[in-house]
């Protein structure tokens, strides 16, 4: 008896009991600790992930692939632990991702939830801990000025142009999207060959006295000029209303005594040259080739002043037509590219309130220009002085036709009328050389105007002309060489992708 009254006495059990009871909460208290550490990471990187996500998808809210380019995002931050898997960081798995857009808003929502599975918490019957993210972007594009000086040379017929026009037209439709017009957008179209046309409903900007229209025959002045090669003039954003234009022609060698006869010869009814004004189709434009004849040979199209229209810019870029003859001066399509965004051009080209001030708050200009070959004259029929080519591409002379190894007209006339000033002997090597420098100081003074500048050379395999090119963007990257279609239609949906400002908007 004695002893079980002692051992009902004895406490020493009770407090070790007392203890280890205690020791539960503090252990779950630790394993909350644990867990609730890596939820709030796992909630920090689902969010970055998320936010990339939605951002992207914003960005190419117009693309097929959009869904996939969202997804392609969010694993690339959230660590994908296979191919197909659907668990990421810390062993976290997807449990909802859900993508819904709004293409009125220019809004993409991505939600996400993932389930990681925890540790010392799994000991209180709690295997999972959960974290959520819903996250919007929206598309917010700046005010924007964007000038297309796209190169319609001979050397784009068939396949090229094709080309060109598909990828400017998606690049249009990305920065339009569904939309006809963009709040404080526009655009504008410049093709140039070796000149560029002004509209020949623009005769005014012209020298006095300088149109005569008998010199056109029976057809008209199409709008093209000679290029403003005195005082450095052709390197300026100098308006016609201070330094005035001439217009261009090449005049009929029909029964002249020249070196050049036959390269152009042309009787009133014996004009074949293309309407660039109302270009017929493809086939049509490229059957005459460099066989065309008339007193605007070599014209473009006339360029397309800034424009808030969807469909305006884009029929005009399906309009676009290889125009032969003459040669390939980005220089002179770089300039008006230029005259299209410049203040001191404002009211000119049809609007009175464009372009607008170079420092107009939220606003960007931006220039993209594009080439498939050299600064240079063309020379058709070509050969050594004295004879004439008798195979390739194009047919041998006509008849009584003496090449002196001079060429084309062009916006700057014939090379060896040197309006240039080339030092002897006056060579197309030397040609070259010379409109690259004029055209790399004009890149500098456009960027000087904080105008962003895009290049892209197209099946270009001349080193110097790529890096002509690659200077004249505003930064190295936004330089794009393609060397197949395929590549330029990449290169402007990347512009087209850069030229979108993204936000976040919750």
Not at 306 to 323: D, F, G, Q, W
Request: aromatic letters at 8%; hydrophobic letters at 40%.
């Amino acid at each position: 008896m004695t002893f079980l009254r002692r051992l009902m006495r004895d406490r020493r059990g009770a407090v070790a009991m007392l203890a280890g009871l205690a020791a539960i909460p503090l252990l779950a208290m630790a394993g909350a600790a644990v867990d609730l550490t890596r939820l709030y990471i796992l909630h920090s990187r689902l969010v970055t992930a998320v936010d990339a996500a939605a951002l992207a998808g914003a960005r190419v809210i117009n693309e097929l692939d959009r869904d996939t380019q969202i997804q392609r995002w969010f694993w690339a931050n959230f660590t994908r632990s296979g191919a197909q898997a659907t668990t990421g960081f810390l062993g976290a798995e997807v449990t909802q991702f859900t993508i819904s857009v709004d293409q009125e808003a220019r809004m993409v929502r991505v939600r996400v939830r993932a389930a990681m599975p925890t540790t010392v918490l799994r000991l209180f019957g709690q295997d999972v801990l959960v974290a959520s993210v819903d996250q919007a972007a929206r598309r917010q594009d700046r005010g924007m000025e964007l000038a297309l000086v796209l190169d319609v040379t001979g050397s784009m017929a068939g396949a090229p142009m094709t080309a060109l026009r598909d990828s400017a037209t998606e690049l249009v439709n990305i920065l339009y999207g569904p939309n006809e017009t963009v709040p404080n957008f526009w655009v504008s179209v410049v093709p140039y060959t070796s000149m560029v046309n002004i509209g020949r409903g623009r005769a005014g900007w012209l020298e006095a006295g300088s149109l005569n229209p008998a010199d056109y025959g029976s057809t008209v002045w199409r709008g093209c000029v000679f290029a403003r090669h005195a005082n450095g003039e052709d390197e300026t954003d100098t308006p016609p209303t201070v330094v005035p234009f001439r217009p261009y022609l090449w005049r009929s060698t029909v029964n002249r005594f020249s070196p050049h006869l036959g390269d152009n010869e042309w009787t009133n009814a014996s004009i074949t040259e293309p309407n660039p004004e109302n270009p017929p189709s493809d086939a049509a434009q490229n059957a005459l080739g460099n066989n065309a004849r008339g007193p605007n040979l070599g014209c473009p199209r006339a360029i397309l002043p800034l424009s808030a229209s969807r469909t305006t810019v884009l029929n005009e870029i399906a309009s676009l037509r290889a125009t032969h003859r003459g040669g390939t001066m980005a220089n002179l399509g770089l300039q008006m590219g230029w005259a299209t965004l410049s203040p001191r051009w404002r009211g000119l080209w049809g609007s009175a309130t464009l372009p607008q001030a170079y420092d107009t708050p939220h606003m960007d200009k931006v220039l993209v220009l594009m080439t498939d070959g050299n600064n240079e004259w063309f020379d058709w029929p070509e050969g050594a002085p004295g004879a004439c080519r008798t195979s390739g591409t194009s047919p041998p002379c006509r008849s009584g036709y003496t090449s002196d190894g001079d060429t084309d007209m062009s916006a700057y006339g014939r090379l060896r009328e040197n309006r240039l000033g080339i030092v002897a002997p006056v060579t197309n090597a030397r040609a070259l050389t010379e409109l690259n420098a004029r055209m790399a100081r004009m890149c500098t003074r456009i960027k000087a105007q904080g105008i962003i500048i895009y290049t892209i050379t197209f099946n270009v395999t001349n080193a110097t002309t790529r890096d002509l090119y690659r200077s004249c963007a505003t930064q190295p990257e936004y330089h794009f060489n393609s060397p197949d279609a395929a590549a330029l239609r990449a290169a402007f949906r990347e512009i087209a992708g850069q030229l979108a400002n993204l936000r976040i908007v919750r």
